[in-house]
Structure formats: C-alpha cells, structure tokens
C-alpha cells in the first residue's frame, strides 16, 4: 500500500493544488480554458502520436481486450440505468444520464497521468488502444439511445454525421492515427523531434491534473446525492470489479487486464455533464455526481492497484 500512496500522492496532489489556486481565484475559468485546450488538443495528442511511434507492441489480439472493457461498460450503463429508472424514480432520459455517469472513465486527465505511473511503460499500448475508442464509442452509443428515447428522427439522421465529424475533429484520433500511420513508414522520430515531443509530454500529467482540480472547483454537491451515490458506487467499485472477473474469466493476460481494471476504476468523466447539459436533464445530478466520484477515487482506485498488485 505504501509503494501506491508514493505513486498517487503526487497525482492527487497537483490536482489539491489545481483545486485550491481555483478556489482562491489564483486561476481563473478563462486560465483553465486555455490549459485544457493545450492539453487536449496538443499536448496529448503529441504523446500518443510520440508514444505510438516508438512502441514495440506485442504480437496479441486486441479482442480479448476491448470485450473485457467494453462489455461490463455497457452492463453498467444498463444497471445504473434501470436502478435510477425504476427504484430512484427519475425519468428515463436522466436515468440515461447517470447510467452514463456510472460507466464513463475519466480516461484522459486521470487515466493517462496515473496508469503508467502504477503499472509501468508497458500499459501504454494496451491504454492507448482502449483510449482510442473510449470517447466516440460512448458518444455514438449514448447518444443513438437517447434519441430513440426521446424520439427525435432529426437527431438519428444527423447521427453518422455527428460521429464522422467527431472523429475527423477529435485531436486525440488524430495524434493516435497519424502516430499508426507514421510508425509504417519505418522512419522513426529525428532527435531533435524527440527532444521536442519529451518536452511538452512532460508536461501532459502536471497540466491535465492541474485543469482536473480546477474543474472540481467549479462543479458543487447539490440535493441529488442519492443519484450521486449510485453512480459513485457503480462507477467506482462495481464496474473495476465487473471488468476483472470478466477479463479473467476470458483469459487476458494480467498487464493488459489491469490496465482495464484501473480504467476501469478511474472516477466519472465529464461526458456526463456535458450530455446532461445537452439535454438538459438535472446538470446539478452530474456535477455532484462527477464531484464525489473524483474525490472518493483518491480511496478507490488506491485499493484497485494494491489488490491488482498482490495478485
């Protein structure tokens, strides 16, 4: 457990930091803007595109992989869904909502900065490849079901442009793409590239954890903690385990299933407000949702790498 609090302390730490200077008006809205966008569409695109390059990845279907995440993902959503919907009370668009909330990591500003650190270099590729897919598989799926829910044909019919759009636009797409691309010709990364690469993927874990605790500070704990719960239960606790007992159960070797057990176990990602906003479906839901599952992380995922590592 100690060898874990020396990994996450710092990880948690910057975000404290992030949190407080936002708190105290040292760091602005505006200010966090700007360092999101440099996160999100530079700085980590050059790391997957850097990272992607110089990998040596195994010889090793990625199938295995990808049903051991995504199969519990989805049977989270539909638990967290039908739990809102028929014993908490909620309408059926909003009970979509938190069953997103429960089953949508915060795979970028929290994943990208702490797996590696727990669990070493070699769970770069198999997290990249879940990575590379995370966003646009939930956004299609999610948002496909809602609008049969809400029976928008308008909102069905503009789907597969939404989606293509999605993926051209998305930098992270687009750094894992090109890096594929570029890694065929065989032509590597020239010295002075890879200094310049090393330089700013250094500073990916600092300035996405710091954007992270920035945005804890503008979200508040509302009324709707029961939903908040639920999610943090699902999200936190449920869907880690459900991946593991189903990755093992499939056979996948163990750094790859850890790798999508801490995804997994990886708090609520800000999807959830966005679409609640979007549909405008109780926001206060999502940001007390988002609120407790990151602070409650600091715990969760802290007993997910120690159990992982005395397996």
């Not at 809205?29 to 595109?49: C, E, N, Q, T, W």
């Not at 990998?55 to 989270?76: E, G, K, N, R, W």
């Not at 919907?85 to 929290?110: Q, T």
């Not at 057990?261 to 966005?274: D, K, R, S």
Request: net charge neutral; charged share 10%.
């Amino acid at each position: 457990m100690n060898e874990v609090f020396y990994v996450l302390a710092p990880v948690f730490a910057l975000g404290l930091i992030g949190y407080s200077a936002t708190r105290f008006r040292f760091f602005t809205s505006s200010h966090r803007d700007g360092l999101s966008k440099y996160v999100f569409d530079f700085a980590v695109p050059i790391l997957l595109f850097s990272t992607v390059v110089e990998l040596d990845p195994p010889v090793v279907s990625a199938t295995a992989l990808f049903a051991s995440f995504y199969i519990p993902l989805s049977a989270i959503f539909v638990l967290g869904l039908l739990i809102s919907w028929l014993l908490l009370k909620r309408p059926v668009v909003e009970s979509m909502v938190i069953g997103l909330g429960s089953c949508h990591s915060n795979a970028v500003l929290l994943g990208i900065p702490i797996i590696p650190r727990a669990l070493g270099d070699d769970a770069f590729f198999p997290l990249f490849l879940l990575i590379s897919v995370h966003g646009i598989t939930i956004f299609t799926a999610f948002t496909l079901v809602i609008e049969i829910a809400k029976g928008r044909d308008a909102g069905l019919a503009n789907l597969p442009r939404q989606v293509l759009i999605g993926l051209i636009g998305n930098p992270l797409i687009v750094g894992l793409g090109v890096g594929f691309l570029w890694k065929l010709t065989g032509l590597g990364i020239h010295p002075i590239a890879a200094d310049v690469f090393d330089l700013v993927t250094t500073s990916v874990t600092p300035a996405a954890l710091f954007v992270l605790g920035s945005s804890l500070a503008s979200y508040s704990v509302s009324s709707s903690v029961t939903a908040a719960l639920l999610v943090t239960t699902l999200k936190n606790a449920i869907h880690p385990l459900a991946v593991f007992l189903f990755g093992s159960w499939l056979g996948l070797e163990m750094l790859w299933l850890s790798v999508a057990t801490v995804l997994a176990a990886m708090p609520t990602g800000i999807n959830m407000y966005l679409f609640a906003r979007r549909y405008q479906v109780s926001p206060p839901t999502a940001t007390t949702s988002i609120f407790i599952s990151t602070v409650s992380s600091v715990v969760t995922v802290s007993i997910v790498i120690t159990l992982l590592k005395s397996i």
